[in-house]
């Protein structure tokens, strides 16, 4: 048991140097980066506005590090739910991965068997772009349909509420998901990476294509992550060009889905792609929302702790079912 809470409590601190997930150290840098150039462009717009080179470093840190997105209950909240995931993880889906490289070997074979056996030529560059953007694409799709149910369905509602219940947005937000979300969520992927993995998998005639990745990272994820990806969950407002949030959600467009107005909980479904919003009629641009609270609203008290977060969907249900 305390072997495991030590390897749980490593996944969580791991994600600040594993370059895979969102929080590692050089995607906090490129946010702040970005961050810095969201107040520039928020301080020119404001006339006589003079401070000194102090102040002005002073005046930017208080602009980034709120209290309330990260000294407050809410905030304890989300970094509660990053510990207790990590636990959560290390205890029950490790296995997962296993079952994904099984299932891709499984996939290929069935190939070979039915199709018979065939190898494309891919060299290093096409396997670099060719597989990040069919993950892309098929991943981001089985995203949206899935976020989609979560909002749809009140049962599942029930559960995904928890990661709309934070009333100051801050990178650790996205880790702020229900247990039984993380498995739906977890699964979801694992039928993504099975489908793909076994197809590239036959069609390289090996599982080479694993290995091509920028540094251990899809190449797609990596640009995604540097481009500002932890200001999804945050109080910064960037926003991109009018045209480019028909194609990409820009991380306002997420915070517009985390909005406290129900009519757009259902917004901006999407992850990486705005198109998927765009087809089904579910895309709001950063120019349609000018001011924003987040949150549930009046449902904001039922989800205040780590404790009421975790039990309120089950006792919702139970009571209902009386």
């Known amino acids: 048991m305390f072997q495991t809470l030590v390897k749980a409590l490593e996944a969580s601190i791991g994600y600040t140097i594993n370059l895979q997930e969102r929080i590692h150290w050089f995607y906090i840098l490129t946010s702040i980066l970005l961050a810095v150039y969201v107040y520039w462009r928020t301080q020119s717009r404001v006339p006589n506005v003079q401070h000194s080179k102090g102040n002005t470093i002073k005046n930017f840190l208080a602009f980034l590090f709120k209290k309330e997105h990260y000294w407050s209950k809410t905030a304890f909240t989300d970094y509660a739910f990053l510990l207790f995931n990590g636990f959560f993880k290390v205890l029950f889906l490790s296995w997962v991965l296993l079952w994904v490289t099984r299932q891709q070997n499984n996939l290929n074979e069935w190939f070979l068997e039915h199709v018979g056996y065939k190898t494309i030529e891919l060299d290093i560059p096409v396997l670099l772009v060719i597989y990040p953007l069919f993950i892309l694409i098929i991943g981001d799709f089985s995203y949206y349909l899935l976020h989609l149910l979560y909002h749809k369905i009140p049962f599942l509602w029930a559960f995904h509420k928890i990661h709309h219940s934070s009333t100051a ?154």
């Open 169 to 322: 947005l801050n990178p650790i937000t996205q880790f702020r998901i229900h247990p039984i979300e993380l498995v739906l969520n977890n699964m979801r992927y694992a039928l993504v990476l099975i489908l793909l993995g076994g197809t590239f998998n036959y069609l390289a005639g090996g599982g080479v294509f694993y290995q091509k990745t920028f540094m251990g990272v899809n190449l797609v994820l990596f640009a995604f992550n540097t481009w500002g990806a932890n200001l999804r969950h945050s109080h910064i407002k960037l926003v991109y060009f009018n045209w480019l949030e028909s194609w990409l959600i820009s991380p306002y467009q997420h915070q517009i889905h985390h909005s406290a107005q129900k009519h757009l909980h259902d917004k901006n479904l999407g992850s990486k792609l705005a198109i998927w919003d765009k087809m089904f009629g579910t895309l709001v641009k950063s120019k349609e929302v000018e001011h924003l609270i987040v949150g549930l609203g009046e449902e904001d008290r039922h989800y205040n702790t780590f404790f009421k977060s975790l039990i309120r969907p089950f006792s919702r249900f139970f009571l209902r079912s009386k």
